[in-house]
C-alpha cells in the first residue's frame, strides 16, 4: 500500500502531496523535510530506492521535479516506479508535455489524475485512456455545468 505521494521541485518546493494514511501535521512536515533533503543530496546514478522508518521511499526524477513515494516495506519497488512512470505519462499526455508549471497552476487537476489512478493508496486503474477519459469527462462538467445523468455515465462505462 502507498501511504503517500510527494512532488517537488529540485528547490526542495513541495509541488503536490497527498497522503494515504492518517499522521499528524507535525509528522508529515517532517517526513517531507528529510526525505525532500535526503533525495536532493543523493547523486543522480544512486539508486532511486531508499529505507526510511518502516518505510519503503521510491523516488524518480523527470525534468526538474522529483516523484517520491512513501510504501510499505513488502511493497514492490518495480511497481511503484511503474505507477510513478503511468502518473507522468498521463500527466503528459493530458498537458501536452507536461511541466512543473502545469502542476503548480493546474494542481487541481494534477490531484484529479491521481485521485482516478490511486484510490486509497491501492492502483485503482491501470488503463491511461480510462484516466484520460474520466479527466476529460470532468473538464466538460466544469465547463458547462452540467452534471451528467447516472443513466448516461453508466451508458459510458459499459454497466447498463
Not at 500500500?1 to 501535521?25: E, V
Amino acid at each position: 500500500m502507498i501511504n503517500f505521494i510527494l512532488l517537488f521541485s529540485r528547490q526542495g518546493k513541495l509541488r503536490l502531496q497527498k497522503w494515504y494514511t492518517a499522521m499528524p501535521l507535525k509528522d508529515k512536515k517532517k517526513i517531507t523535510r528529510d526525505l525532500t533533503t535526503m533525495i536532493l543530496s543523493r547523486k543522480p546514478k544512486m539508486c532511486s530506492f531508499l529505507e526510511y522508518k518502516d518505510m519503503k521511499i521510491i523516488y524518480k526524477r523527470y525534468a526538474s521535479l522529483f516523484f517520491c513515494v512513501g510504501a510499505e516495506a513488502g511493497d514492490n519497488e518495480l511497481i511503484i516506479l511503474e505507477i510513478i512512470h503511468r502518473y507522468v505519462e498521463i500527466l503528459d499526455k493530458y498537458f501536452g508535455n507536461v511541466c512543473e508549471l502545469d502542476i503548480i497552476f493546474n494542481f487541481e487537476k494534477a490531484y484529479f489524475v491521481l485521485d482516478e489512478l490511486i484510490i486509497g493508496g491501492e492502483i485503482q486503474e491501470t488503463s491511461k485512456n480510462a484516466v484520460l477519459k474520466a479527466v476529460s469527462q470532468q473538464d466538460v462538467v466544469q465547463e458547462d455545468g452540467e452534471v451528467p445523468s447516472l443513466k448516461n455515465v453508466l451508458e459510458e462505462l459499459g454497466l447498463s
